[in-house]
């Protein structure tokens, strides 16, 4: 997940540089094919742990520090694939799709006596978008396995007061199965 710029209408003027750790997802889709096109309904999860806060340009490393946090994403989205195959099994592909992501966040301070001074938890939903390239080689008539790249993004979340930025950058490594 890419670093996220956050603004806070109650602090204005100041923006809050929040970065993440690489994270998991996973990703499972059902869909039809129809020549060289395919389609599917996705429904998606990716988790990432809060890894540095940055205040005015200044970066600071959580390791140690009292901070912690995470954010969870859970997608829904409809994807159009555009396949060309070249032969020997292998299937490079072109993929666009459009729906919603639905952001969960916590945030929390602890001082040095262990009490909590701030916890922040919030959720919004999105208008989510991804665009990507992969590569499918065929396992069995009806087994491929998939790599690929997207991009993910998402108009920017509300959490109360705090505007947000979303998107990130996956690799995907899969199965998919042919009925």
Not at 111 to 123: K, Q
């Amino acid at each position: 997940m890419n670093d996220a710029a956050t603004t806070d209408s109650a602090t204005p003027g100041q923006t809050l540089d929040l970065g993440f750790d690489s994270g998991i997802a996973f990703v499972g889709a059902f869909g039809a094919r129809r020549d060289q096109y395919r389609t599917d309904f996705e429904l998606g999860y990716q988790s990432h742990d809060l890894d540095t806060v940055g205040v005015s340009g200044m970066i600071v490393s959580l390791a140690g520090t009292g901070i912690s946090g995470d954010v969870g994403i859970i997608t829904g989205l409809v994807n159009v694939y555009y396949d060309m195959g070249i032969g020997h099994g292998l299937t490079p592909y072109l993929t666009a799709g459009m729906g919603f992501a639905n952001i969960d966040t916590s945030i929390t301070i602890v001082d040095t006596l262990g009490a909590t001074v701030a916890n922040f938890s919030d959720s919004d939903t999105a208008f989510a978008y991804q665009f990507g390239a992969g590569v499918g080689y065929d396992l069995s008539e009806r087994v491929t396995l998939d790599l690929r790249y997207r991009y993910l993004g998402a108009s920017d979340p509300e959490f109360g007061t705090v505007i947000s930025e979303f998107d990130s950058h996956n690799v995907l490594f899969g199965l998919r199965f042919d009925f």
